[in-house]
């Protein structure tokens, strides 16, 4: 592949109906160039963040390698950051995009006593509820990520 890489038609096919061209996604708590890292608005995962490409690409091999990799840092301080303010037990990371199919991160923070543990956040819940957790403001998170990016 070439460094100036080429949007496939599948790409520009889903262009126009993407909402993560179309809209920040969330809260928008820390952007560059590259990305934008936004907090999720769910009462139950506290600190749950989506790290978004901002041009429309479909998968991670997409990018030239140099802007995979200050991705994948930022996916990392954004690990660090929200694993220093919130204390999960556990961070799940994942990459689907089968329905949103734009380059993104789900960044979820995972507790023992959370409604879905041990299974996947998307799975039916084993709880009826999730424990209150410490909420933390988009600029404490994006502070932390600043500090854990200058770290690497």
Known sequence: MSKEQAVSE?????????????????????????CRVVMV???????????????????MTDLPEKERTQLMNVVFAVERAVRCLYQPDKINLASLGNMTPHVHWHLIPR??????????VWAAP???????????????????????????
Do not use: K
């Open 10 to 34: 599948s790409d520009l096919d889903d262009f126009d109906d993407c909402v993560l061209c179309g809209a920040p996604g969330g809260e928008v708590v820390w952007e560059s160039a590259l």
């Open 126 to 152: 084993q709880r009826a509820n999730s424990p209150g957790r410490r909420l933390v403001d988009g600029r404490q998170l994006g502070d932390g990520i600043i500090a854990a990016l200058r770290s690497t």
């Open 41 to 59: 608005d769910d009462a139950d995962y506290p600190g749950y963040c989506r790290i978004i490409l901002h041009r429309h690409l479909r998968e």
């Open 111 to 120: 507790w023992r006593d959370d409604r879905h543990f041990p299974f996947p």
